[in-house]
């Protein structure tokens, strides 16, 4: 079975601009979240979809952005970029059953922001 | 304000040998619990998880056992060999949900 596939693998973009995400999940899972990692703030939890729908929302700016596919794919969507936001963005899938789930990981997007 | 700590970034173990990685979390609400490996460049694994309703939990040379009344889980490794040399990050979610709370991660490296 495939992974988590993630697109692009690295990406630079400047201040101001915008940048969008993919994320394809294990065929057969539902659920997707994303998470960004920092080296100052570690893992953090970005936004979680299911069936099209977002479940969860972390603590991100209205800058964050996100969405899922009928065929369960999303896509992440940062506008307005800033310095800050330079960091790898991961991507999980699960089947979600409605009780313990176990997220698969993806290999992340690197993102840097100049 | 860190739900989850890993307070030791690093740990360094003989080949052979026991890793016990360490994590401590203040929010009661978790009632999952995971932990995950990370090698450079790749995405985190999923190792093993323990539900609140355990204290322990083992697959094969991993155990993790969790103190509730502490608020303290522990990740045993045994015996470590070098291919375990990652970062391991613990994370807590409520509701079992997919909602993970991560802690800092720490480095093991296990020598030959």
């Known amino acids: 079975k495939a992974g988590v596939t993630q697109t692009p693998r690295y990406l630079i973009k400047t201040r101001g601009q915008q940048v969008t995400l993919s994320c394809s999940p294990i065929s057969g899972h539902r659920s997707v979240s994303w998470y960004q990692q920092t080296p100052g703030q570690g893992l953090q939890f970005l936004f979680e979809y299911f069936s099209e729908t977002q479940r969860n929302k972390g603590n991100f700016p209205g800058r964050f952005s996100g969405r899922q596919f009928s065929n369960s794919r999303s896509e992440m969507n940062v506008s307005t970029l800033e310095l800050g936001d330079s960091a790898l963005y991961l991507c999980?899938?699960?089947?979600?059953?409605?009780?313990?789930?176990?997220?698969?990981f993806g290999p992340g997007t690197r993102l840097t922001v100049l | 304000d860190q739900q989850v700590k890993q307070n030791s970034p690093s740990l360094s173990v003989q080949e052979g040998r026991i890793s016990i990685l360490n994590c401590d979390y203040t929010n009661s609400m978790f009632d999952y619990f995971l932990w995950y490996k990370k090698y450079p460049a790749e995405g985190p694994t999923f190792l093993i998880s323990i539900s609140s309703i355990k204290d322990k939990n083992e697959d094969g040379r991993f155990t993790v056992f969790l103190n509730k009344s502490a608020k303290h889980l522990s990740l045993h490794i045994v015996p470590s060999q070098p291919g375990d040399s990652a970062v391991y990050f613990c994370a807590g979610s409520r509701n079992a949900g997919n909602m993970l709370t991560f802690g800092g991660g720490t480095r093991l490296m296990v020598k030959p």
């Open positions: 999980a899938s699960s089947f979600y059953r409605g009780d313990t789930d176990t997220q698969y």
